[in-house]
C-alpha cells in the first residue's frame, strides 16, 4: 500500500512538471512569435516614418521640420497611451497570459479529463 502511494505521490510529480513545462512552453514559443511579428512591423513603420518625413520635409522645404512633425505625432500617441491606455494593455496583456497558460492545461488534460495509468506492481488484495 504504501508503494502505491509513493507511486501515485512520483506520478503526481511529473504530471505537474509536464503541465509546467507545456505551459511555459507555449507561453515562451507565443512570446518568441509576437516578438518576431512585432520586430518586422516595427521595420515597416520605421520605413514609413521615413518616407512621411521627407515627403514633409520636401512640402515644407526643411527636411527638419519634415522630422519633427512625425516626432510629434510619436509624442502626442506616446501621451495618450501613458495616461489612458497604459491599464487596459497590462490587463489585457495578464489576461492573454493566463488564457495561454489554461490552454496547454487543457490539452494536457484532454477532453475526457487526466489519463489513468495502469499500475504495473502486482500486488493482491
Not at 512585432?38 to 518616407?51: E, K, Q, R, S
Not at 518625413?53 to 527638419?64: K, P
Not at 521640420?65 to 505625432?73: D, R, T, Y
Amino acid at each position: 500500500m504504501i508503494d502505491l502511494f509513493k507511486k501515485y505521490i512520483d506520478n503526481r510529480l511529473q504530471l505537474i512538471k509536464l503541465e509546467l513545462i507545456s505551459a511555459l512552453a507555449n507561453v515562451a514559443s507565443g512570446l518568441i512569435s509576437s516578438f518576431l511579428l512585432l520586430g518586422m512591423a516595427m521595420f515597416i513603420l520605421l520605413m514609413f516614418n521615413f518616407a512621411l518625413a521627407y515627403y514633409l520635409g520636401s512640402v515644407f522645404e526643411n527636411q527638419a521640420l519634415g522630422f519633427l512633425m512625425v516626432g510629434l505625432v510619436y509624442v502626442i500617441l506616446f501621451a495618450i497611451y501613458f495616461f489612458f491606455g497604459r491599464k487596459t494593455m497590462d490587463k489585457n496583456v495578464k489576461d492573454k497570459i493566463v488564457r495561454t497558460i489554461f490552454t496547454a492545461e487543457e490539452e494536457i488534460k484532454g477532453e475526457n479529463g487526466y489519463e489513468v495509468y495502469e499500475d504495473d506492481t502486482n500486488n493482491n488484495y
